[in-house]
């Protein structure tokens, strides 16, 4: 027993003069306690993945028992900026206070690793506080919150297990403490914490940090943040460089640098809400699995990756031309595009022709829009048709998004644009425009009829339109680099007319209607809707004259070949109408809208259709039924403009 003691306090191992009997007799005694000690580790190693409850939750998300698992080193370089976070998590994880960390960095940007570098120095330094110990990792990234109830439950059944000390990494802390209707798992998580016996490693967004554990000081006492940096170039080159290298042993192709700096360069400019070198990675290890699966020898032969293939999965990714990525001049005419829908408007068209021209050539401004333009013109002058152009012309889902601003006339109304303040009903739901954003990066959004909102709303949109990005009430980043903003608005429509009558220059209207529209006030608040910090935002102020009857022709001419092609489709009947009919429509419609000052536009020639020549098309076949129903053609001409019913309907002629 003495033996045992000074063995234990090391006073035997100090070196003295020890007689050889003395030193057989620690020799053994010491080989004994080495053997009781690692029976002893024996015992205490307590295999996790064999509880129950282990196996539920295997079902549904990711859990590992790193205890039963070997650790093998990466084959991915180890950066030193994450050694650096890795050793100061490493250290708070042996305090005995404040005992607990998280991880704090955006998704994509490299936490996982992190937690691998921290789980090898754990297994390799024997920390005298925590001598056996057992290790788990959870990712909890997709759950839902109904689920994270169930889910926290279960994991503390499977820490009941072990008496060892336990490293419990979740990666995605933030999905197991929020709940249904606002509800939260803090509760749980607190009395998770205080167990004398686990320390705990999670890891989440910076938005998600402010959200679930920002505002409790209770759980801010007892958790250590330790934050993730961005990725610096070189280390980025790196790493993108390892998994190049792990790509070339796994799929037996090759992958030069040329490849691997335009992949880091077309993901950092493109794919802006996501996040180095995650990004990067995924987008070359597509392309070299894309070009190994679409080789004619399957693999057998050494394949080479080159800069093509990386521009044809950008494409995929995200929709656009891959001219686009190859920085080649466009030479698509797009002022013959537009114009085959606009009509009577040239120099509008001409002047988003140059816009989309720069944009799709690579010269628009870095972190701005791609381009914010104001339409101001009279009522159905072809504002709304000319967005819907470009839509289809540039966005990836060729839709556009339209913002009617008429339903923001109060200044709370913001809530609309950014989402609704924490506490409130909806904040979950955050902003729309930050929404659509990340879902179409590359939209076309029209803010609609722009004069008659709250000047309040207009004021995210400054950041917006100055700096390409704008964040909601939920904390999320959207970036606007690569969208068009298009306002429209009815402001000085009357200037615009008096002045297109009187023979003023494009440049002269348009100057004048900046004027105009800065002294615009909002009807309820009286403070002026667009102030000059707002103007000088806009990349075009562009002027929509009104139309002359040169124009009212073409728009009929449209007019009447959609109708033409309607029927058609929903009848399988060649409506024909007469060039005379046409001209007809055209001459009343610009007649009325004269009379009008210009309230109806376009429209009317709409309108004029539906009542003269579809009704009456319509009566005929009422009345005609059974000649009608085995012809395959129908003609509508001009009788007399001085009858009350100028046109009329052959049948099968």
């Not at 879902?439 to 709250?454: N, T």
């Not at 009807?523 to 124009?551: G, K, T």
Request: glycine letters at 6%; aromatic letters at 6%.
């Amino acid at each position: 027993m003495l033996l045992r003691k000074l063995i234990s306090l090391n006073f035997i191992n100090k070196p003295t003069n020890r007689s050889p009997m003395m030193n057989h007799a620690v020799s053994n005694m010491q080989s004994r306690m080495d053997g009781q000690k690692n029976e002893t580790s024996d015992q205490l190693t307590y295999r996790l993945d064999t509880h129950p409850a282990f196996g539920f939750l295997s079902e549904f998300l990711t859990i590992k028992d790193l205890q039963s698992n070997a650790i093998v080193e990466s084959p991915i370089v180890d950066l030193e900026y994450q050694q650096v976070v890795a050793a100061a998590m490493e250290l708070s994880l042996q305090r005995s206070v404040r005992r607990h960390c998280v991880l704090v960095g955006e998704s994509g940007s490299g936490r996982s690793t992190v937690l691998e570098i921290l789980n090898r120095r754990l297994h390799r330094t024997a920390y005298p506080r925590h001598q056996f110990v057992n290790r788990l990792y959870i990712d909890t990234n997709w759950i839902g919150p109904e689920e994270s109830r169930g889910c926290f439950e279960s994991i503390v059944q499977i820490l009941r297990v072990t008496k060892n000390h336990l490293y419990l990494y979740i990666d995605g802390l933030h999905s197991l403490i929020r709940r249904t209707n606002g509800g939260s798992n803090i509760t749980l998580l607190q009395a998770l914490l205080e167990r004398p016996n686990v320390s705990l490693v999670g890891t989440l967004t910076a938005n998600d940090f402010r959200d679930s554990i920002g505002n409790d000081s209770r759980l801010l006492k007892r958790l250590e943040r330790v934050q993730l940096p961005p990725i610096d170039l070189n280390s980025l080159k790196l790493v993108v460089s390892s998994h190049a290298h792990q790509l070339t042993s796994r799929l037996g192709i090759g992958i030069d640098n040329e490849s691997i700096t335009k992949t880091i360069s077309l993901t950092t400019q493109y794919l802006l809400s996501e996040h180095q070198p995650q990004k990067s990675i995924s987008i070359l290890t597509q392309a070299a699995e894309d070009k190994t699966l679409m080789s004619p020898s399957g693999g057998q032969t050494l394949l080479e990756l080159n800069k093509n293939d990386i521009v044809r999965v950008m494409s995929l990714r995200t929709s656009l031309p891959q001219r686009l990525f190859d920085c080649e001049t466009v030479h698509e005419d797009y002022r013959k595009s537009i114009s085959d829908t606009i009509v009577g408007q040239d120099e509008a068209v001409q002047q988003v022709s140059q816009e989309l021209q720069l944009i799709a050539s690579g010269f628009s401004v870095p972190g701005k829009p791609a381009s914010v333009m104001m339409f101001a013109g009279t009522t159905g002058t072809g504002k709304t048709e000319l967005a819907k152009r470009i839509a289809s012309l540039y966005s990836s889902t060729g839709l556009l998004r339209v913002y009617p601003m008429g339903n923001y006339t109060e200044s709370h109304s913001v809530s609309g644009i950014v989402g609704v303040p924490p506490g409130y009903v909806g904040h979950e739901n955050g902003g729309e425009l930050v929404s659509d954003l990340l879902a179409d990066p590359y939209g076309v959004f029209l803010l609609d009829e722009a004069e008659k909102c709250h000047p309040n709303v207009w004021k995210p949109f400054l950041t917006l339109f100055d700096e390409g990005w704008i964040i909601d009430q939920k904390g999320r980043k959207a970036f606007a680099d690569r969208a068009i903003f298009i306002l429209t608005t009815n402001a000085g429509d009357r200037s615009i007319s008096q002045l297109t009558r009187s023979g003023k220059s494009q440049e002269e209207i348009s100057q004048i209607v900046r004027k105009t529209l800065s002294r615009v006030r909002q009807e309820r608040s009286s403070q002026p809707v667009f102030p000059p910090q707002f103007l000088s935002r806009m990349h075009r102020i562009i002027v929509f004259n009104p139309l002359d009857l040169d124009a009212m022709i073409g728009i009929s001419e449209r007019v009447a070949l959609k109708i033409q092609e309607q029927w058609k489709t929903a009848r399988n009947l060649d409506l024909l109408i007469g060039d005379a009919v046409i001209r007809s429509i055209a001459s009343q419609g610009h007649s009325t809208n004269e009379q009008l000052n210009g309230e109806e536009g376009g429209r009317i020639i709409r309108k004029l259709y539906r009542d003269q020549v579809e009704h009456l098309v319509f009566k005929t076949c009422m009345s005609n039924g059974a000649r009608v129903k085995g012809t395959k053609r129908i003609r509508v001409d001009l009788v007399s403009e001085s009858d009350s019913v100028p046109f009329l309907v052959f049948v099968g002629e």
